[in-house]
């Protein structure tokens, strides 16, 4: 099987597809709005590529720079320019085609990354393995993206890291509809500032999320209870800029938002509320704390979840007081809040 | 003195009222040569409960509330950080302070008679609510009962020469003392278990702001709070007439502008006006104690003694029934919500913590009952029969020229009523004219017009020193006094009128300034209240008003609790409200934030 829908994904499909999609699978079988997709499995890496580059590999010295940068070059050619066999070329167009009747588009836009197959997230990350090519358009354009992610595999910091350490083994590539956000940005399921775990914080910004998450922008923040359901304080931010699908469909670009739009939040109160539902469903889902990326589509106007990872400053901040009795706690109040000797 | 507020000894007597001072006992003013300790205390002013100038009779509810909390915070339960309260006038205002409890040594030796003691009390919290009961019950028969006697022209033969009973004079002092005796016990009973609730819930509260630091203590209020409460009876009381007046068919009888006896002399030229008439006695025991303000003023008196405030909104119910609206409180949605919310919190929390914040609230909520319904027995239906008997006694002095009105009797201090009798009985006994018939009239003159000269004043919210902490839970909780409270105050205040955030929501409206409650009858329907402080008994205006703003009161005052219910917005807690809006004003209420904005 060389071609798997998201939906069809779970977290024991790690050796299969690599972390990054099968928790986009965990994450799309549970119920939440991630941009729909589909991972080319290692399977088919290794069907197209690992028989032509294994002679290239022999008796690498990874400690040569010069050579490992040449032969990684080499390899890379080699694998960009590969003749991907008809089975596969067909299932990854016909999964490209299937995702397109799915969102009701014909030729969605789609980044195409690379996900890792590797014993832990770390190594993955190490391993020099995170290439995304986006914005792509067309069954072509894909499945060049993909040839791109298997030969960034052959890059010559990952060739030297997995010569060091291992780790990897073999590479899965993630085809997901490519949201174009009308706002987007972050959310953490606990409020960052003060560790308060009925609060969500959420900032938010016009256009695409990376503005929000590099600090290009200054988001404007909402602080939502969990508790009452209710929106506890909004704070418009600047909102200077923002990231835009290119007008002629390939690419992103910066540009400026207007005074009126700035001057406003650029999030509906219903919308709060519904993406701090979602918040609250993923942190249930997965028992605890999570720091989010979202995004609206203009398009679609739908709520997507680009990622989730569970929040770690608070989480692992948060200490359990010693198991007093209520009794206790009553005399400690009639202390001032001085403990009793 | 220090930085802070101005001094208590540097406050002007507001022209006309000079001489104020002589209506209360000396113990109760600040005294000139206590001047450096005491202007460099910390005082504020007790508006919430005493939000008018004190008539010099009335004194006797402060001073019998202050002395129950000193009794048992620091004589009974020996709670280690803080004593009592003290209080003093000025201007006829009443301000307090406490007294803490600072030396380690002295901490710690009370709270070896303070653990045991107070682990008594919560442990058999049940029985000593029953006994509790018992006792308030006990005394408000007596208090029903008490007679005051006349003082006749001949005594009866029976009872002074065959019973060998004392003179009519004695007897009369006796059931003086009597009353004062009883209004005494009834609050000290009113602190007994008090005290321990509001530790309780200031635990409760203290827990939720470490563990949601966001958290508005609205929501942690909201988690104790129940809805069966024997201080919502009277108000269930009212909307259960104005149904009944429907189903007579004589609600025309409630039009609007009606006085009260206008709409019973409507009623009883029918059977159907009679049957209402009916079911109004046999509803008003013992409701009707229910007193318009909160049990701290004479004039404050008791629904069954004046039915203004009853009857106007009982014509408010009739028309909103009319309307097709729905006058039962959703108990079980509201019910509902307090648990879903506090489910939610408790979710929140680590394993251990979930137990500490399970067993809390459960005490919190065993102790919810008491804490509200002590309010209707002690400062509603006893306070009521107190001043009520009083009154009796001031009928006496009036029949014997010492005034032309038995309320009069409220211008004299308890112990000048004391004096009063003697004087009475000397003269009653001797045959010769009172001196009290001489002496009292043009005072009783001059301290009316003193009180209306005060009345005009506005107190300040606090005067002395800024404290560095506030140890005492009853001050934070039912007061609001914190230290944030404390500098907003002594700035003068932020910009515009900002306080507690009691109930949620945003609401733009014509302000109502209402000063006094006599006045709450000039609320018009959709208008926001901006008063000094709400009490129980304003529970009927709440269905017209679209928000309210106090001077006064925390998170735990009768405004927050009420306004939470009907889902009003409410600030309260703002030190200045009532002088910042006028009655006209438009203002946005803003019940999420604490603010409240004057638009024009």
Avoid at chain 1, 187 to 206: E, K, Q, R
Avoid at chain 1, 307 to 334: C, G, M, Y
Avoid at chain 2, 73 to 79: E, N, S, Y
Avoid at chain 2, 243 to 256: I, M, R, S, W, Y
Wanted: charged share 25%.
């Amino acid at each position: 099987m060389h071609v798997v829908p998201f939906r069809a994904l779970d977290l024991e499909d790690v050796a299969l597809v690599g972390g990054k999609s099968a928790h986009l699978g965990d994450l799309t079988q549970a119920g939440f709005p991630v941009p729909p997709g589909f991972a080319i499995t290692a399977n088919a890496f290794d069907a197209v590529v690992e028989q032509h580059v294994d002679g290239l590999l022999a008796g690498l010295d990874t400690d040569d720079v010069a050579a490992l940068e040449q032969t990684a070059e080499h390899v890379r050619a080699v694998v960009e320019s590969l003749d991907v066999p008809e089975e596969i070329a067909t299932a990854v167009a016909e999964g490209y085609r299937r995702l397109g009747e799915e969102l009701g588009l014909s030729d969605p836009p789609v980044a195409v990354r690379s996900s890792a197959v590797a014993e832990d997230a770390a190594d993955a990350s190490f391993a020099g393995m995170q290439s995304t090519y986006l914005w792509l358009r067309g069954a072509d354009d894909v499945l060049a993206g993909v040839r791109r992610c298997w030969a960034s595999y052959f890059n010559a910091e990952a060739l030297a890291y997995r010569a060091q350490h291992g780790g990897a083994a073999g590479m899965s590539v993630a085809v997901q509809y490519m949201v174009d956000a009308r706002v987007a940005g972050v959310m953490f399921t606990i409020n960052p500032v003060t560790g308060d775990p009925s609060s969500i914080a959420i900032d938010a910004s016009y256009g695409l999320g990376v503005t929000v998450v590099g600090g290009d922008v200054t988001p404007d923040s909402y602080l939502f209870s969990k508790v009452t359901r209710e929106l506890v304080r909004s704070d418009v931010g600047a909102k200077e800029i923002e990231c835009v699908a290119a007008p002629d469909g390939g690419g992103t670009v910066l540009r400026e938002v207007d005074e009126e739009r700035r001057a406003r939040l650029c999030l509906e109160p219903g919308e709060v509320a519904r993406l701090a539902e979602l918040g609250r469903s993923i942190e249930r889902h997965y028992g605890r704390a999570q720091d989010l990326e979202w995004a609206i589509d203009q398009r679609l106007g739908e709520i997507f979840l680009l990622q989730a990872r569970p929040e770690t400053v608070w989480s692992q901040k948060r200490k359990v007081a010693a198991a007093e009795s209520a009794l206790s706690l009553v005399v400690a109040t009639f202390m001032g809040g001085k403990p009793a000797r | 003195m220090s930085d802070g507020f101005r001094s208590p000894y540097e406050i002007e007597t507001p022209e006309g009222a000079e001489g104020w001072e002589e209506m209360y006992p000396y113990y109760l003013l600040f005294e000139p040569a206590r001047r450096a300790e005491e202007e460099q205390r910390f005082w504020f002013y007790n508006g919430m409960h005493f939000p008018e100038p004190m008539p010099a009779f009335d004194m006797i509810t402060a001073e019998s509330c202050y002395l129950s909390i000193g009794l048992y915070q620091g004589r009974v339960f020996q709670i280690p950080t803080v004593l009592g309260i003290e209080h003093r006038v000025v201007n006829g205002y009443v301000y307090i302070t406490s007294n803490e409890v600072t030396d380690p040594e002295t901490i710690q030796s009370r709270l070896e008679t303070f653990l045991p003691r107070i682990g008594f009390y919560y442990e058999n919290w049940d029985t000593l609510v029953d006994r509790w009961q018992a006792e308030v019950d006990a005394r408000i028969a007596e208090l029903t009962t008490l007679e005051i006697p006349r003082l006749p022209e001949v005594e009866d033969e029976q009872e002074l020469i065959h019973d060998h009973k004392l003179g009519s004079n004695y007897r009369l002092m006796a059931a003086y003392d009597r009353c004062l005796h009883l209004y005494n016990e009834l609050n000290q009973l009113h602190f007994e278990l008090l005290l321990l609730a509001y530790g309780a819930y200031l635990t409760f509260f203290q827990f939720c702001q470490a563990a949601f630091p966001d958290m508005g203590l609205q929501v942690m209020s909201q988690m104790i709070a129940g809805y069966e409460t024997t201080m919502m009876r009277p108000d269930d009381e009212l909307k259960g007439l104005a149904a009944k007046a429907l189903e007579l068919g004589v609600d025309g009888a409630f039009a609007a502008g009606r006085t009260p006896d206008e709409v019973l002399a409507d009623l009883q030229g029918s059977d159907a006006g009679r049957a209402w008439i009916e079911d109004l006695e046999s509803r008003k025991h013992p409701w009707f104690f229910m007193s318009t303000g909160d049990g701290f003023y004479h004039h404050h008196r008791a629904w069954a003694d004046d039915p203004r405030l009853p009857f106007a909104a009982i014509g408010g119910y009739v028309a909103r029934l009319r309307d097709g609206a729905e006058l039962a409180r959703p108990k079980e949605q509201l019910l509902a919500e307090r648990d879903r919310i506090a489910t939610e919190c408790r979710d929140l929390l680590p394993g251990d913590e979930q137990r500490q914040f399970d067993e809390m609230l459960g005490l919190c909520r065993h102790v919810f009952p008491h804490a509200e319904s002590h309010k209707f027995f002690i400062e509603h239906w006893g306070t009521s029969l107190f001043f009520n008997k009083v009154r009796e006694v001031g009928a006496v002095l009036a029949e014997h020229g010492f005034f032309e009105d038995a309320e009069d009797v409220f211008h004299l201090n308890i112990h000048e009523v004391h004096a009063a009798l003697s004087d009475l009985g000397l003269a009653w006994a001797g045959g010769a004219p009172a001196r009290g018939t001489f002496y009292w009239p043009p005072r009783i003159a001059r301290r009316k017009e003193i009180l209306a000269r005060l009345a005009e004043w506005t107190p300040p919210p606090a005067l002395g020193a800024v404290p560095d902490v506030i140890n005492d839970p009853t001050v934070q909780l039912l007061w609001g006094v914190t230290a944030d409270r404390l500098r907003a105050w002594a700035g003068g205040g932020e910009a515009g009128v900002h306080g507690y955030a009691a109930s949620p929501g945003v609401v733009e409206g014509v302000a109502r300034v209402v000063r006094d409650v006599n006045d709450i009858g000039s609320i018009q329907q959709g208008e926001v209240l901006v008063c000094s402080v709400t009490a129980p008994s304003w529970a009927p205006v709440f269905p017209k008003i679209s928000a309210a703003v106090s001077d006064i009161g925390g998170m735990m005052s009768h405004a927050a609790i009420i306004a939470r219910e009907y889902g009003l917005p409410a600030v309260v807690g703002t030190g200045h409200a009532t002088k910042e809006i006028k009655t006209g004003d438009r203002v946005r209420v803003d019940g999420d934030n604490g603010t409240v904005t004057i638009l024009d």
